[in-house]
């Protein structure tokens, strides 16, 4: 079975720390990371005009679609994605195999810039969600779910 | 695959109805939507056709409230029932931590029904998942239609294994909360089993 994710809250700062400079750097709108299944976990800059929650479950989608096309054309995946539009461009880049990371950005930036600040910041991302994993792995922090109860569940559902 | 996030406080799960083409996945979907608070969803996407049959699939996030702290979002997806779209189907399967399997009850959509239950089992097999581990329940959709079948021939063909399974009438709304508490209840139940 795959192994579920697990977010801390010390993970979550530096992961949040990495899409800063990243949004600093690249001169970009936005910067989310997105589990590869479509949740949001951190982001930076000009988010809350965004339906984050839609736009990453499209954006996993829209990249599961895309791993499967390489697969079927005999490639491992296509790593990068990158869409244009008149305002807003999208770059989308598969991280570690596990996370998606996606940068909008408009005309003050530009392609190659997001695509260097990019594969900075990919290095030191696989480097947190390799830590991430192992201590997730070990079992090491506390489980929320231990001490849920069956009432505990029941009330979720109560009217 | 269930995402926790101890920063944020909040449990994420994966739901995806599935079942043969026309059964009423989406219309489950829409009737959950329509009858939510509206601080409790999120905005529902459909990737359809132009003639609405779902081409990749349907998403609605949804939050349940909390428990001990946690915000427990759940989001569920449907599947393309249509045969063809085999392959958007197993991409939706990825990561799922429980699923409604839903039958159309009339008697000239078994043959579908079958097949489409089969086609669940071996498209959670390619993705490492065993159905019969996983928190699973049966609807049984078109309840009100004259050719429905009863009851018993339905539960005999599409759920072997006796999971938990309801009867619907989707556009009406009937049985549809009733099956996803059902899986949402077996899903935090085995999140615990996991923790």
């Known amino acids: 079975m795959i192994q ?7 993970e979550l700062v530096q992961i949040n720390a990495i899409c800063e400079v990243l949004h600093r750097d690249a001169n970009a709108k936005a910067v989310l990371v997105i589990d590869k299944n479509g949740q949001a976990f951190a982001q930076a800059g000009d988010t809350h005009e965004l339906d984050v929650t839609s ?15 390489a697969q079927l054309l005999s490639e491992k995946e296509f790593a990068g994605q990158f869409h244009e539009g008149e305002k807003t461009n999208v770059h989308i880049s598969i991280i570690g195999q596990r996370v998606i990371m996606v940068v909008l950005f408009d005309e003050r930036s530009s392609l190659g810039l997001v695509r260097l600040r990019v594969r900075k910041a990919t290095v030191e991302l696989v480097n947190v969600l390799d830590l991430l994993m ?4 070990s079992g090491s922090q506390p489980s929320v779910f231990s001490e849920i109860t069956d009432d505990d569940i029941d009330n979720l559902f109560n009217d | 695959m269930s995402f926790i996030n101890y920063s944020s406080r909040e449990i994420n799960c994966k739901i995806v109805y599935y079942g043969p083409g026309l059964c009423g996945k989406t219309t489950n979907l829409q009737y959950i939507y329509n009858k939510t608070n509206p601080e409790a969803k ?20 949804l939050s349940l409230g909390e428990i001990r702290g946690f915000k427990t979002r759940f989001h569920l997806y449907t599947v393309p029932g249509q045969v063809f779209y085999d392959a958007s189907r197993k991409l939706i399967l990825k990561g799922v931590d429980g699923v409604v399997y ?11 029904n079958i097949e489409s239950l089969e086609n669940l089992g071996s498209n959670l097999q ?40 309801f009867e619907a009438v989707a556009p009406k709304g009937i049985g549809v909360f009733d099956t996803l508490k059902a899986v949402a209840k077996l899903v935090l139940t085995e999140l615990r089993k996991g923790g």
């Open chain 2, 102 to 112: 839903c039958g159309d009850s009339q008697l000239e959509r078994m043959e579908a």
């Open chain 1, 134 to 137: 192992k201590k997730s792995a």
């Open chain 2, 126 to 165: 390619e993705q490492g998942y065993d159905l019969a581990k996983l928190p699973y329940v049966v609807q049984y959709n078109k309840r009100d239609l004259p050719n429905a079948m009863p009851l018993a021939e339905l539960e005999e063909a599409l759920n072997p294994t006796k999971v938990p399974s």
């Open chain 1, 55 to 69: 736009l990453s479950s499209l954006t996993a989608g829209n990249v599961a679609a895309t791993g499967a096309i």
């Open chain 2, 42 to 61: 999120g905005k529902m996407i459909s990737l359809a056709t132009e003639t609405e049959r779902t081409l990749f699939f349907d998403f609605l996030p």
């Open chain 1, 4 to 10: 579920q994710l697990v977010m801390y809250e010390e």
